[in-house]
Structure formats: C-alpha cells, structure tokens
C-alpha cells in the first residue's frame, strides 16, 4: 500500500511533546505568586496569614500538576503503541499540545473564582472542562487513526492476536479524564450550591480517576489468565517509560532551574529610573538587587542537586513502577514549587525595604521556614523514591546498585538535602542565633557536603585499594 | 583502578544541559519587549519609528543568540569525546550552565546602556565577559578532568594515538571566546572613546572567532595529511551531532509556542479588577482579552507548523554540516523573535485602545508587516537550509529523499510560508482592502494549506497505484 509513505520515526515528536508537558506543568506555579510589588510590601503585612490562606491555590496546584501528568501519561501510552509517525498524527498531536497549554489557564481561572459563585466558578470550570475534554478528544482520534494505519503501530503491537481487547482498553483508559470532565461541565452550569459541589467532585476525581480505571483494566486483564501478551499488559500496567519520565523530569528540573532569570533579566532599570532612583549611579542601581542574584545562585544550585540527586537514583533504575512514578511526580510538582518561594525570599529576606514593615522579623522567618520547609519535602519524596525502589529492588533496580559502595553513597546524597534542611528548620526557632546569616552560611556550604561525601568516599578506596 | 567506578551514561546529561542552553537562548527575546502597557499607548505613538530604533537591540538579540549557541557547541565537542561522565563532570557542567544562564542577564545590560558611556558601557561589557570566561574556564577545566580521568573518555578517543594534539585543539577551540572576553573586559576598564570601540570590537568578535579558529585548526591538520584519526577530525568539522541540534531546536521551539502562556495566564483579572473595570462581569473582562487567545493560537499554529518543516526536513538529513547548523541557528534565532512579534500584535490589533490613538491605522499595518516579515524570514532560511542540502545531497541526505514523491511534496511544504506570508506583506500595501480581515483569514487557512498539499498528493499516489 503506498498511501503509508513519507513515515518518520516517532522519537522526536516524543521529546517535543515531553518538552511541552513539562513547560505546561512547570508554570502551573504563577498564579500562586504574591500579589504585592517590591518595595510597595503593606506596613502591617503578615507572610504567614498570607501563606496559610493561600491554601487552597496549592491545592489547586497540585491538582494540576497532577492532571498535566495524567495527561502525559496517556500520550505516552499512545505512543508506546505507537512507534511511526505520520503527517496526521503530527498535526494531530500538535492540536494537542495547543489544547493542553491552556491548561494553565484554565486552572489559574480555578484558582482566582473557585470562591466566587455561581459566576465565576462556572467559567472557571468550565473552560478547564472544555480544555480536557478537547485535549482528550484529540488524543482519541489520534489513537483510532493510528489502529487504522497498521503500519504506524509498533511490530508486537501489530502481530498482537487480541487487538480489540487492547483497543477497548486504551480507549478507556483515554476517555475516563474527558468523561469526568463532561460531568464537571454539567454540574456547573446549575447555579445550585448542590450541582456545584457535584461538579467539583467530578472535576477533582480527574487525577485519581484514570488511576482506578487502569487498575480494573490490569485487574480484569489479569483473571482472564493473560489473554494480553505480555506487551500489552505492561501497558496498562506502566505507565511511562524510563526514557520519557527522564525526558519529561529533565524538562521540569531545567525550566524551574531558569526560570528565575526571567524574573531579574526584568529587573534591569531603564536608563531614566537610574537616573530619578539612583541618583544616576548605575553601579548602586544594579548593586541594590544583588540579593535577587545571590538567592538565583543558590536555587539554582539548589535544583541543579536536586536533578543530580535524581540523576543517579535513576541511574541504578530499571524499570519504572507506577508507584515510583507517582512519587516521582510529587518529587517534580515539589519542585516546580521552588521559584514562587525563592520569590518570597527574594521579597522578604533581601529586600531593605521589607525591614520598614512592622512584622519585618516574623515574615523574614516565615519566608526562611517556607523555603526550608519545601526543600526538606522535595528530599524526603527523593528518600520515599529510593526506599520504595530498594523495597522492589528486584524488580526495579540495576545489579550495579549491590556493587559496594554505590548504594551507601547514594544513600548519603539523599539523606543531604533532608537533614540540612531538618536542621536549619530547628534553627529558625531558635532565638540568639542570626538566622538570617546561618541560612546564607548553610546554603553556600550545602553544595561541599555532596563533594565531601565524594571524597571520603574515594579517600575509603583509595585506601582499601592500597590495602589489596 | 578503583576511583573510577560511580560513572553514568552521558546522554542525560546532555539532554538537560539541551534543555537550559535552549532555555537560555530563547529569553534573549525579553529586551526587545517594547516597554508599552496596554491601555496606556500616548495617542502620538508612532510603531514604526520605535520599530526602526530598536535597530541595536535586534543586532544584540542576533549576536547574543548565537553566542549561546557557540558555546552550546562547544559543550557539545566535549560531550562528544566525553562518553561517561561521574560526579565531577556533573557540578562542572551544572556550575557551566549556572554561568551561561546569567547570560540574558548580561546581554539585557547591553541592550539598555551600550549607548551610555562611560559607566554603564563598562559595567555591560564587563559583566557579559566575565559571564563568557567564567563558563569557559568551568569548561576548560572539565575538559583536563575528563583528559586525566581517561576512563570517561569515548573509545575511539582513547585509543587516539595523538591524545596531544587532539588535546590542544580541543582547548584552543575552548578558549578563543574567554580570550576575546578578556580583551573586551580589559579594554572596557579604560574610558576613552577608542578604547571602547577596541572593547566593542573585541566583543562582537566573539561569534565569528571561533569559527575562523576551527577552520585554522581544520586546516592544519589537513595540511599534516590527517596525522589525526578521522573521528577526531570530524571533531574539529562537524559543530554539533545531528541528534543534539535536533534536542536544542526542540527545546527552542517548544519554548516559544508556550513563551505567550506566560503572558496571557498574567492577564486573568483579580476579583477587584473585574469590580471596578467591568461592573462585576467576568464574562465580559474575560472577554475582553479574546483576542489574545487568538493570536496565542496563531502563533502556537504558527510555531508548530514551523517545527513540522523542520521536522521534516531533519528526517531527510543523514549529517548537519557547519553551514547547515549556522543556517539552522539562524532559523531558530528568528523563530525566537516569535513571542515579541505576537506581543506587538497583541497590543495593535487585537486591542481596542489602540484604535483610539492618532496613528491607529499606521500603526496597524506595522504590526502587521513586522509578523509576516518575520515568519517570511523563517520560510525563507528554511528553503535555504534545505537548498543548501539539496545542494550537498550526496553528503547530507539519505537516499530516502530521492523516493518519488517524497522531495516534491518536502519542496511543497517548505513553500508555503514564504509564498504565503509574501502575498500578505503584499496586501498589507493594497488600498482598500481591510487587510486585517485577509491577515486572520490567511493565517487561519495556513493549516489547510498544509492538509491540502498532502492531500493532493494522496491522491495522486493512489490514482498511480491503481493505474499499475
């Protein structure tokens, strides 16, 4: 047949959709940012009331970020079936990406009018329904077209014998978010307090929904004694491969690592505010936002660790699990939480300013504890990860990890992040200590600890090697 | 030896640093925004006049642009001897990438006071090369470390006869732009008029020096008869392996079809906002941005269809020459103009208030002229990257472009944006015509320009195949 010419492979439609997915989920973070400009801080603001009421936007934003996942999940389903591209499913999977990268959005509209019924709250969801269920929509014709053109599925794939079963199982598996959402658009547009709680339900199962669904599929796949070859299960069963959740992490670790420079590449002066603010001295004009680049350094060096921390853990990792990979996704959403607080200290630890205000001491602790606080998170998800891998280690890890003293090291690199940030939380509470310096001081010293560790790693073999 | 164990595979590595460089590129956009806030347009704005006089910063954006991308080729020739990496390659590079991400920083310094000397020239020039030495130096040193530690070193490089002079060339091509800096910087110390102009032009250098040395080098070890072994000359000829031109571009693209996200996820009103500036409506202040959207559509359309070329294009590609990846560079660097040109859109078409200013009409066909020229452009670099392939056929394509009809319909795809974007700079001269009625009709059909061509050709195929 030659209608299937001009095929191509599928990788690098791959990476690009990774690289989107991981955009769209990374700048879920704005509509979290404070409201208040620089300089401009309320005499009697208090950061801890502020961030204790902005709870629900985080929970909002782990949903999303969640709901980016799930929905990355299932693109990479379809393309774990299918191996070549065409012209159609390039465009098709371009729709796609347009359709998901409302997402942030719709969810930022979620996160200003949740509160404000019946109005906004029916836009709100609304527009996020509509965006999942064209998203998904796109995704369904995408994986009927690839089952029509034979030649574009992966060769197992094509000499599978039950090919209806699995056709069945990922279309469901693709439909149950937009289902979910088609509920949620329902619901809202009653403006009943009571249709409104129904839809929010729908839209909040989103995340958990796919979960179960693929579970029951797996389950029943499985009494029916393997009638799946065992490639077909796997795809219910993973959920992403090693390479892609790499790709996609590699993505969100680097747009957060760079993100901040967007932020102080815009807090260049132009030429007439040096001159009304600064007296036209230039050299104090640039020198005056020198904590918005210190605190740069150090989340970058902060993220950039982080990265190598998961960088070997996935090193020693064969196969991904979805438990791994669910951990793995609250590991990167922790992550993506990271320039909205280095933005708070920004705010509140550097800036002369803020100490004018009333409640100057108290915000800049809160402001310390919260970044403390997050990073502590991010490292004991890193440490759950590597539990649950060693717990599975038979089915999840690499022989090289038994290899002494690989595992100890690694354990060590994990363990940094934790108890650093376990240590300089106690310390915020400690009253005589200067804790604005001892958090610079650790923050500087945090990245030796990971060469020292090295070292008396290598300075042990050196020796033993000797010993020999 | 026992101290090099703990080595990892290089490509994620590689794959992140991709992902950062491209990042990094890309926001060099963020000095050309105009400094304009929407609804606050003075009534005798004249678009074109600014236009015209951003002139130095287009040249700055371009340079920086590939400068960026210089020292990406450079990270590249490293990683393509440096095959494994362990933990001392990953803090260098992080540290690297920390260095390089400083970069927009830098240039954005630049953009705003080249012009005033003395003080704010110095401080530009001398932060943008302490910028570029101190990348280069991390890379110099990574570059020994990997010497030394000959384990991570790629194979066909270890077992390199001529470790020597690979060594020296390698460092040679790693230096000129740190050295060139550090005339910059040292010349920019004094404050006289010429002084300065040396500094500039030791400067802007920085881009052409390191291609005339490769060539020097190249043509050195030709002249020696190929004391070097083939791999290792192909070093010092090839700028960067085809897979990692294919990651950068990627990362590129896919960063400017979401860049608008960021803008138009900023426009969602407070509760406040939607009280006092429409009467409480949400709908309607919601509304009142539609055009955004739209233009965020056109623009992500526009992108991706841009990558599809691309795409294509690369899949025919067997090898990137040098003059390939400078073309490609130059495409990206336009395509990274992007997200400036739909700013200005934004803010002349789509938007209401600017009709109410003197010059609204004028102002209009600017904005417009300024989109399609650029996308021309970008048409017309991409015919010219895939005549210049056509043109080294033999060494750059595979055989699979001389299949019937695979280089037509390639040919076909690559000229619709020139030919169309040509017409409409066409019409934007056409009086009587409401140009901006045929510009979004245009940009609304490009698409199914695209599905057209493919379906002519379908159909020819299939009319040939039941002919035979």
């Known amino acids: 047949m030659s209608a299937v010419q001009h095929i191509f492979r599928g990788e690098r439609l791959q990476a690009f959709s990774d690289a989107v997915f ?96 019946p109005e906004g709250f029916e836009l709100a969801v609304s527009t996020c329904s509509a965006i999942i269920i064209l998203t998904g929509l796109i995704m369904v014709v995408m ?120 932020d102080f590449t815009a807090t260049i002066p132009t030429s007439e505010a040096v001159r009304n603010n600064h007296g036209g001295n230039l050299r104090y004009a640039l020198g005056s936002t020198r904590f918005i680049y210190l605190s740069y350094v150090a989340s970058f060096c902060i993220v950039g660790l982080l990265w190598f921390v998961q960088y070997g853990m996935f090193h020693f990792l064969k196969k991904i699990t979805p438990t791994l990979s669910f951990i793995n996704t609250i590991t990167l959403c922790l992550v993506g939480g990271i320039p909205f607080v280095s933005s708070i200290y920004v705010i509140f630890i550097s800036n002369e300013e803020s100490l004018k205000t009333m409640y100057s001491v108290d915000n800049q602790l809160v402001a310390m504890r919260a970044s403390v606080v997050l990073v502590f998170l991010v490292g004991l998800s890193q440490l759950l990860f590597w539990s649950i891998a060693l717990y599975q280690k038979r089915e999840c890890l690499s022989e090289e990890v038994d290899r002494y003293p690989a595992e100890i090291l690694m354990f060590v690199k994990i363990m940094i992040f934790p108890t650093v940030s376990g240590i300089l939380f106690g310390i915020t509470f400690t009253e005589g200590i200067s804790a604005k310096h001892v958090y610079g001081f650790v923050i500087a010293t945090t990245p030796f600890l990971f060469l020292l560790a090295k070292f008396v790693f290598l300075i042990q073999e050196c020796m033993k090697t000797r010993a020999v």
């Not at 991981?22 to 973070?29: L, R, S, Y």
């Not at 599929?217 to 077909?232: E, T």
Request: hydrophobic share 50%.
């Open 143 to 262: 994986l009927l077209y690839a089952f029509r053109k034979q030649a574009l599925l992966h060769p197992e794939v094509a000499d599978n014998t039950d090919m209806r079963s699995l056709k069945i199982g990922l279309l469901t598996t693709l439909s149950v978010n937009p289902l979910l959402a088609l509920g949620a658009l329902f619901f809202s547009l009653f403006h009943t307090e009571s249709t409104q709680i129904i839809s929010l339900v729908f839209f909040y199962c989103m995340g958990l929904g796919s979960l179960v669904v693929r579970t029951v599929i797996h389950l029943y796949h499985r009494r029916k004694c393997y009638s799946l070859p065992d490639f077909a299960t796997s795809i219910f069963r993973t959920v992403a491969s090693k390479s892609r959740t790499e790709a996609f992490s590699d993505g969100v670790f680097s747009i957060v690592a760079t993100l901040i420079v967007l």
């Open 22 to 117: 991981a955009i769209v989920a990374t700048i879920m973070v704005i509509p979290l940012k404070l409201n208040i400009k620089e300089g401009d801080i309320p005499s009697d603001y208090i950061l801890h009331d502020h961030l204790y009421n902005l709870y629900p936007r985080y929970l909002i934003y782990l949903f999303s970020f969640v709901l980016v996942v799930d929905t990355w999940y299932s693109h990479s389903r379809i393309f774990s079936i299918v191996e070549q591209v065409d012209d159609v499913i390039m465009w098709l999977n371009l729709l796609s990406l347009l359709f998901i990268s409302f997402l942030p959005y719709g969810t930022g509209l979620i996160s200003h009018f949740q509160a404000s019924r």
